[in-house]
């Protein structure tokens, strides 16, 4: 089975730029996540999604940072402009989403994107 | 105060060694709980669930103690290949995961 596949694997940029991440999740699940992960921490989420509804965006820094899923699969993560302190892994995960409570689900994570920001 | 503490190590144990993490979180209502596993530049995977009566597989054991907050993960016969960052996660509400920062383990010959 295809893991989470995400794209670009790295990303150098200035500030002030703007930048986009891709993610598609593993077939058939429903739930996708996008994490922040900045070296020595743990990943942060920014934004959850459910099929294409957005269940959880509280953590996401909405004057910069956007993300959709459109038709309920794929998903992209946007940042603009860019800061230096938005360089870290961008983790996406996804899960079944057929629990009635997520939080009880195995998130599986993609690879990540690395983004530096000079 | 962090929602989910872990002391960042790192932990250094000879091969063979027993080694055990601690993990603290601070939402009373969190429900589930679990451990992932983090190599260097890799991204997290599960490594088990912890359930409040305990659960081990083979050579690791979490455990959960809803009265002091705190779970923790038990590793005996430490191999060098499970030198990573191990990364404690507890729910926050029903539907999302808050992690820890993660503890490193470095197993040694």
């Known amino acids: 089975e295809a893991g989470v596949a995400q794209s670009p694997r790295y990303k150098i940029i200035e500030k002030r730029q703007s930048v986009a991440f891709w993610c598609n999740p593993i077939?058939?699940?429903?739930?996708l996540y996008w994490y922040q992960q900045i070296l020595g921490q743990g990943p942060k989420l920014l934004i959850q999604?459910?099929?294409?509804?957005?269940?959880?965006d509280s953590q996401l820094p909405k004057d910069r940072f956007s993300a959709e899923r459109l038709k309920g699969v794929d998903s992209t993560l946007k940042i603009q402009p860019a800061k230096l302190e938005d360089s870290a892994v961008y983790l996406c995960?996804?899960?079944?989403?057929?629990?009635?409570?997520?939080?009880?689900?195995?998130?599986?994570f993609g690879p990540g994107t690395r983004l530096l920001v000079l | 105060r962090k929602e989910v503490e872990q002391d960042p190590g790192p932990f250094n144990v000879p091969e063979g060694a027993t080694v055990a993490f601690n993990c603290t979180y601070s939402n009373s209502a969190s429900q589930s709980f679990f451990w992932y596993r983090q190599d260097c530049r890799k991204e997290p995977k599960l490594l088990m669930s912890?359930?409040?009566s305990g659960n081990e597989d083979g050579r690791f054991t979490a455990q959960l103690n809803r009265a002091s907050q705190y779970i923790s993960l038990l590793i005996r016969d430490s191999k060098l290949s499970d030198s990573a960052t191990y990364l404690c996660v507890g729910s926050g509400g029903y539907n999302k995961l808050i992690f820890g920062a993660g503890t490193r383990l470095a197993v040694h010959p």
């Open positions: 995960a996804s899960s079944s989403g057929q629990n009635g409570r997520l939080a009880e689900e195995t998130q599986y």
């Open positions: 077939s058939g699940h429903a739930t």
């Open positions: 912890v359930y409040s």
């Open positions: 999604f459910q099929n294409n509804g957005v269940v959880d």
